[in-house]
């Protein structure tokens, strides 16, 4: 989207970024001089801002909670969690997405309208709406989050593949491979399949960020994430009683959820130049 | 006129299908509502009696098509916690969030469309870069962060840097519980009140249709008919008004439309923030309640505003684009 760099650049930088996270979410919470999970001093220590040294010697880069937590090193840790959950999220929805977008196109006939009927029906209602009726059915955690993100984003890469599949079947090396005897499956599998993923990957990739967006927006509203394991919305919820006082416990973690987003962001726009040209349209669903 | 008809057969038989959903949903759901109504101490029977009294009791096939009567009437039930119609409940908090909703599409619009313009005329200047950077930014930000930020630059932001009075702006609520103005100063009252959630929602609405506007403008000003009007003498106004914005504005008007459930979902949090009794509200209190009527009530309303907001961008495509009329 920056125009002035190329999209090997932009593809770069947003590679480096969430590679930094990652090594960030690993490290930075085991080598804390303390659990970043523990409360401990916490008439001494709550509500430290950014920049301050402690008693005991220990720096804090973004300040610490009202339990006297480290922030920073509370934030690489929720990292692990966000990462997690919206990437796999996104993935699995991708999958049920490819599989059902290919069926229905490659079988066509009830099937293929049955599909799309179902489709739609969830797509005229608001991705977030549908995330919260799922979330508040069943208990909450890290698997429901994934499991709920997938049942509610699978429509949108279901229709671009099936659009492209419906575009490949008729291409000459697909009828040569039929011509030479190779079944239905194996056609479907190995020669149009391959050739018509270009924009579900663009679909998935675009589709973590907003995943991370929804799963920290779920744990913000508390039907997410819980407590005591830190995720960057549960964090900001948390910080949100402080935030007249000490605003930075809120606004913090909230940094790393726009820095990721915006990798993802980049990433997707980059693929995009690259491997298709559809519209911006179908990511300006499911906002958090 | 067949085709009007037949648009909007579909989208009556597409909200059928999400209602009828959404009822198997939660009713396929585990959690028993009537044990959050009665006492921890009741017995097994008390809660028997609950749920009869509540429906709950009868075969799923006799519930549904004891609801989907009630339905057609135009009766959506009653709210188990509140034990009020949840049509009442509905008639209370819809015209808050409608308009939230309503005043900050707009502003996202008016906003997003003179941004993403400029950035087009100025393609690849640093002005476009630092914009693109900003809008990106913005768009990658939730809104309730949003929206928390912004509660603490008038909070916290507001006595450490002594604000002047006008800019002490309030940061929660609906109204001044203190205040018993009335007519003029009530609705000053909620203005003021509006001014943060309003500006939440629209900047991040903003920055997603200023990325789209340039994208589409920039396309635009490379086709052969815009270089003909610049060529036969056209001013640069002229051409902006008359050939560029008149073949962005239908993507727009459909885009206008597709917005619509990302501002719904977005007032979920901008209230839960600032404390507006609107439908996100409402919502997710049912929601945390199991108030299953109040759910189903809710995402009726978001799933119909949706659906009739994808037919008015359809059926406006072909009035705003003739070549769209066949």
């Not at chain 1, 920056?2 to 590679?15: E, G, H």
């Not at chain 1, 049955?114 to 069943?138: H, K, Q």
């Not at chain 2, 005329?121 to 900003?134: E, I, N, P, S």
Request: proline share 6%.
């Amino acid at each position: 989207m920056i125009p002035a760099l190329p999209s090997a650049w932009r593809t770069r930088i947003a590679l480096g970024i969430l590679v930094a996270l990652v090594i960030g979410a690993a490290v930075v919470p085991a080598l804390a001089p303390t659990d970043p999970r523990a409360i401990g001093d916490v008439i001494g220590l709550r509500l430290l801002p950014p920049l301050t040294i402690d008693g005991a010697g220990h720096f804090h880069l973004l300040g610490t909670d009202r339990f006297g937590r480290d922030l920073f090193a509370r934030m690489m840790l929720a990292a692990r969690v966000s990462l997690l959950v919206g990437a796999l999220g996104s993935l699995l929805a991708g999958a049920v997405g490819i599989g059902v977008g290919a069926v229905a196109a490659w079988v066509g006939g009830a099937i293929d309208r049955a599909a799309m009927a179902l489709g739609d029906a969830l797509l005229a209602i608001p991705r977030l709406v549908l995330l919260l009726v799922c979330a508040a059915l069943w208990r909450p955690g890290a698997t429901m989050v994934v499991a709920v993100l997938m049942a509610t984003g699978w429509m949108g890469v279901a229709r671009l593949v099936r659009a492209d599949v419906l575009g490949v079947r008729g291409q000459p090396y697909v009828e040569a491979a039929r011509a030479l005897g190779a079944p239905s499956a194996r056609l479907l599998w190995r020669h149009v399949l391959p050739n018509a993923l270009g924009s579900a990957v663009v679909a998935i990739t675009l589709g973590v960020g907003s995943a991370i967006l929804l799963e920290s927006g779920l744990s913000f509203l508390g039907l997410g994430i819980q407590p005591p394991q830190p995720s960057w919305g549960n964090m900001i919820a948390d910080g949100r009683d402080a935030i007249v006082v000490a605003p930075w416990v809120a606004l913090a973690p909230g940094l790393a959820l726009v820095v990721t987003v915006l990798a993802c962001t980049l990433l997707g726009d980059a693929l995009r130049d690259r491997l298709a040209g559809e519209p911006l349209t179908e990511t300006m669903r499911g906002r958090a | 006129m067949r085709l009007l008809v037949r648009r909007v057969l579909d989208a009556v038989v597409l909200f059928w299908i999400v209602l009828t959903l959404t009822f198997v949903l939660l009713r396929a759901a585990p959690g028993d509502p009537a044990a959050l109504l009665i006492a921890p101490t009741a017995s097994a029977a008390d809660a028997a009696r609950e749920r009869a009294e509540l429906g709950l009791d009868r075969p799923l096939v006799v519930q549904y098509a004891h609801w989907a009567a009630g339905v057609l009437g135009g009766d959506l039930g009653e709210s188990f916690a509140e034990r009020r119609p949840v049509t009442a409940l509905l008639a209370r908090a819809l015209p808050i969030s409608l308009g939230l909703g309503a005043a900050s599409l707009a502003l996202t619009f008016i906003i997003g469309i003179a941004v993403g313009m400029a950035q087009a005329a100025r393609r690849g200047t640093r002005t476009d870069t630092a914009l693109t950077v900003l809008t990106t930014s913005v768009y990658a930000a939730p809104s309730y962060w949003l929206a928390l930020a912004l509660v603490a630059v008038f909070t916290y932001g507001a006595a450490r840097w002594a604000f002047p009075g006008w800019l002490r702006l309030p940061a929660f609520g609906v109204r001044d519980p203190a205040g018993s103005a009335a007519g003029g100063g009530a609705l000053a009252d909620v203005t003021r009140h509006a001014i943060l959630p309003v500006l939440t929602l629209a900047a991040i609405g903003a920055a997603g249709i200023a990325r789209y506007t340039r994208s589409i403008v920039a396309d635009l000003l490379g086709m052969e008919f815009v270089r003909t009007a610049r060529a036969k003498g056209a001013s640069r106004r002229a051409v902006y008004a008359r050939h560029v914005l008149a073949n962005a504005l239908p993507p727009l008007v459909v885009l206008f439309a597709l917005a619509l459930p990302g501002v719904l979902a977005g007032s979920v949090f901008v209230e839960t923030v600032f404390a507006w009794p609107g439908m996100g509200r409402l919502m997710v209190d049912a929601i945390r309640a199991r108030d299953y009527p109040v759910v189903m009530g809710a995402t009726a309303v978001y799933a119909a505003l949706v659906i009739a907001a994808n037919l008015a961008g359809d059926l406006l495509l072909p009035v705003l684009d003739p070549r769209r009329r066949s």
